[in-house]
């Protein structure tokens, strides 16, 4: 069974503070992706990123990024200097028994970012 | 690339009756998917179709779901008879699926259901 753990349900921040939003998974494939997808107020889900279980070098997008640790099983999310627009939620999912898109999601951390 | 279309965006029918979500995929993406979202169990698969064919339907809650795909381009998730605990913004997802390339899933926007 597949499983991903956003512990955190809700962060506020307060605008241009840093924020880190962790996502902790359980799988007993050798391969497999990770995901981050964000769900903004209009309820649309957009997806950030998708890493290979392979590749645990970290990834920077502007703003954005990704922190995989595979002995811990973690691949947490930061967001540098965040702005009001980031206000969302961030869902990090794996995909099931290496199987395409077929997603396990997690069940998301609320980003409140205040001005 | 006008990305996954769903309609309605918004559903209200009362309990018992047939309701029927559709999606057309992004041109070329040969995988959909069906979720949904509610506030007790988050976002779930219900079904996934690789090339037309539904390859797993495991998530399906029950039988009075249901979810065809008789093109590429076109699929449906219908239920009936529709019950209040239906209600859940149902999403529909595609993406690529194929030897050596498996691109990341794009979701339309959701229809919201409410049955009543």
């Known amino acids: 069974a597949q499983k991903v753990t956003q512990a955190q349900t809700e962060i506020s921040v307060v605008e241009k503070e840093d924020v880190t939003l962790d996502c902790v998974y359980e799988?007993?494939?050798?391969?497999?992706?990770l995901f981050w997808y964000k769900q903004p107020p209009s309820g649309e889900l957009v997806f950030l990123i998708r890493?290979?279980?392979?590749?645990?070098q970290n990834e920077i997008s502007g703003r954005y990024s990704w922190n995989f640790q595979k002995s811990t099983s973690s691949f947490n999310f930061t967001i540098t200097a965040s702005q009001v627009v980031d206000s969302a939620v961030y869902f990090c999912?794996?995909?099931?028994?290496?199987?395409?898109?077929?997603?396990?999601f997690g069940g998301g951390t609320r980003l409140m970012v205040k001005p | 690339d006008a990305g996954v279309i769903q309609s309605p965006r918004h559903e209200v029918t009362e309990m018992g009756q047939e309701v029927t979500l559709r999606c057309k995929p992004i041109?070329?993406?040969?995988?959909l998917f069906w979720y949904r979202q509610t506030m007790m169990r988050g976002l779930e698969l219900l079904i996934y179709?690789?090339?037309?064919?539904?390859?797993?339907d495991s998530g399906m809650p029950e039988d009075r779901f249901s979810a065809k795909m008789p093109n590429a381009s076109f699929s449906t998730l219908k239920i009936q008879p529709s019950e209040p605990r239906d209600s859940a913004v149902y999403f529909c997802?595609?993406?690529?699926?194929?030897?050596?390339?498996?691109?990341?899933?794009?979701f339309g926007q959701g229809t919201r259901l409410t049955v009543v």
């Open positions: 997802a595609s993406s690529t699926r194929q030897v050596g390339m498996n691109t990341e899933a794009f």
């Open positions: 799988t007993r494939d050798t391969t497999y992706y």
């Open positions: 041109s070329g993406h040969n995988s």
């Open positions: 999912a794996l995909n099931r028994n290496n199987a395409g898109n077929m997603l396990t």
């Open positions: 890493r290979n279980s392979f590749d645990e």
């Open positions: 179709f690789n090339n037309n064919v539904p390859i797993d």
